[in-house]
């Protein structure tokens, strides 16, 4: 929720830091804004409602020059998406800016402190409270901006990624963190800040992520310096960071969403290199091998996630418990963390999570730490919170996902947690050899598998044309094919905005078949698997209430593709693999219905990438 960059060196900032928005534009889009020092020291700060590009418009006639800027593209949480609201937030003299991500929870209270002193706010939001609060403490002891940023940070409850400029002092930004990400890259002479890597890796591959209670002063022609809130100096780590440029682009595809979606079937292999041993059909997670003893002793495992990666948890649950014995339990991180739940050392707790960032998650993994936990995250961001909070893990290594709607995190997820549900299986002898065996070689087929499926693009395009009329769409399967129906749904409410419900086909009878008549489309998520028969008795109750049913078989269907209006066919896989080939011909359906509907794909209206707050 939110992106921020910032820059200081020895070149014009304005365009490093439209280029890094761009880059994070996928954390919120609600509206933009730029502030930038000038050689004559003036302070300028140009924001608009909208995306990045409506500001480079607004900005085409206005003074952008100065080496030293910070930038924002904004997700809203406190006051609605508009020019006033949008970051930065000048100081009441306008001598200070300041960009925010994260939300203040006692800003009221400051506020009203603030106004009583004769402070006026421009904005309704949560972070001019903050940078009133530094400039009047700044100037009410006369202090210097370090020092002021450290007690006004003491004031505050919440979380914050924030970076400020003074105009009095244009050679130096002050940022700090507390439960939301910032990165500091290290060029020569020259810095760069961001919420995550991707603006940075084009200047430099050196970083220094923040961890929370940190306060970096960057100054110009000078080292980087971590403080915290007392001034006490943080020793910093420079890490090196490795990222594809490409990876940050579209390359030929209109969206990233359908680059994503193609993207699949090499990320499968990339999560799975180093870790499948072809030759001994093996498989090796390293940390399995080095916390064999807390995994394989653990007496339940609990799955905390949100969204995608809590469907991804899912069928996680089934993995584990039916290859490897052992108890799953699966929360909503967000629910997980207001529940008292009963932790115990003995449990392990999975954490799941794309971004490495979501808030819920990351303080559901605090908490479970807290009561003593073993904790393992899966996570596709490098670098990012979740990783650094839990004890050991395993990253997915999809590349950077960058459509709002998730697709390859999902399935780089789901290959994980079957490699993680094989090797403990292997280590706990709860598999036979050959059960083993012929799973680890299934696996290692799903790409070209999946290659098969991207191959149904434009008939699924095709049908896609006959569904935007639908307000309401029901979405069935059952076993592994549960999950896959709640994740289809889910991305089909995300970027179309046509409700649908994903739904245990068996369910559908205790209530959701009353919503069943001509006008409802009821996609049936059907393999050939241990449950087809069933499932097939819950196609024919649809049909008998008229139903449109469109159904995703395996190949050489005999039965449901009898009934079903339309039927699209699906490589046959083994059951607990089902998810891999069937979840991605419904993000291609969901993605041509939005596309069909003129939706912004990749930007899909109130939601953003990243959910940093609460
Ligand atoms: O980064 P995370 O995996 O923790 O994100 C969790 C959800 O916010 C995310 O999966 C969300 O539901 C996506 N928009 C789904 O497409």
Redesign the pocket.
């Known amino acids: 929720m939110c992106g921020i960059v910032g820059y200081i060196g020895q070149r014009d900032a304005y365009p490093i830091l439209i280029k890094g928005l761009k880059r994070l534009e996928y954390r919120g889009y609600d509206s933009a804004g730029v502030a930038i020092i000038n050689r004559g020291r003036e302070l300028n700060v140009y924001k608009t409602k909208g995306k990045v590009s409506d500001l480079e418009h607004f900005v085409e006639d206005k003074d952008v020059s100065g080496t030293i800027g910070i930038a924002h593209t904004r997700w809203a949480t406190h006051g609605e998406p508009c020019t006033e609201n949008a970051h930065p937030h000048y100081s009441q003299t306008k001598r200070l800016a300041l960009i925010h991500n994260g939300i203040i929870e006692n800003y009221a209270s400051l506020k009203n402190k603030l106004q009583a002193k004769g402070y006026t706010f421009q904005s309704s939001t949560d972070t001019e409270v903050l940078v009133q609060l530094i400039e009047f403490i700044q100037t009410s002891h006369e202090l210097n901006l370090l020092t002021a940023v450290q007690l006004a940070l003491q004031e505050v409850i919440g979380a914050y990624a924030i970076a400020v400029l003074d105009k009095e002092n244009p050679n130096q930004i002050i940022a700090a963190r507390k439960s939301s990400p910032l990165v500091v890259g290290i060029g020569e002479g020259e810095f760069f800040l961001a919420s995550d890597a991707t603006p940075i890796v084009e200047y430099t591959d050196k970083v220094v992520y923040l961890d929370d209670g940190e306060i970096a002063v960057i100054r110009r022609d000078e080292k980087l310096k971590v403080v915290n809130l007392d001034n006490v100096e943080c020793p910093h780590d420079v890490k090196t960071v490795t990222m594809n440029l490409g990876q940050l682009e579209k390359g030929g595809y209109p969206h990233f969403m359908l680059k994503e979606i193609f993207e699949q079937p090499d990320c499968i292999r990339d999560c799975m290199r180093g870790r499948i041993n072809v030759e001994a059909d093996n498989v090796v997670l390293s940390a399995v091998i080095d916390y064999k003893k807390q995994l394989l002793s653990a007496k339940r495992f609990i799955i905390v996630?949100?969204?995608?990666?809590w469907h991804a948890a899912l069928i996680g649950k089934h993995l584990i418990e039916s290859l490897c014995r052992i108890p799953v339990e699966v929360e909503y991180a967000s629910e997980f963390r207001y529940h008292n739940p009963v932790i115990d050392a003995d449990d392990v707790v999975i954490a799941?999570?794309?971004?490495?960032?979501?808030a819920d998650?990351l303080a559901a993994v605090e908490l479970a730490k807290s009561r003593g936990a073993f904790i393992y995250g899966i996570c596709n961001a490098i670098g990012s919170s979740i990783p650094r909070a839990t004890h050991t893990g395993s990253y997915i290594h999809v590349g950077p996902e960058i459509g709002?709607?998730?697709t390859k995190?999902f399935t780089g997820q789901v290959t994980v947690l079957a490699m993680l549900a094989l090797s403990m299986a292997k280590e706990k002898n709860s598999i036979d050899n050959h059960t083993f065996v012929n799973i680890v070689k299934e696996l290692q087929q799903i790409p070209e598998k999946m290659e098969e499926v991207l191959k149904e693009n434009e008939h699924i395009a095709q049908l896609a044309k006959i569904f935007t009329y639908a307000k309401n769409c029901i979405y069935l399967g059952r076993g592994y094919s549960y999950p896959v129906a709640l994740e289809g749904a889910?991305?089909l409410k995300?970027i179309s905005y046509i409700h649908a419900e994903g739904y245990p086909a068996a369910e559908m009878k205790h209530g959701p078949i009353a919503l069943v008549d001509e006008e409802m489309p009821v996609v049936v998520i059907a393999p050939h698997d241990d449950l087809y028969e069933k499932v097939l008795s819950n196609v024919q109750e649809v049909k008998a209430r008229k139903g449109r049913v469109i159904a995703f078989v395996s190949k050489g269907d005999q039965m449901i593709s009898q009934i079903a209006d339309t039927c699209i066919e699906l490589p046959d896989t083994m059951d607990c693999l089902t998810p891999l080939i069937a979840t991605v011909p419904l993000q291609m359906l969901a993605y041509h219905i939005a596309v069909c509907k003129g939706k912004n794909v990749d930007q899909p209206r109130n939601?953003a990438?990243?959910?940093t707050v609460e």
């Open positions: 996630a949100c969204g995608t990666s799941i999570s794309q971004s490495g960032e979501t998650t709002v709607a998730s995190a889910l991305k995300e939601l990438k990243s959910v």
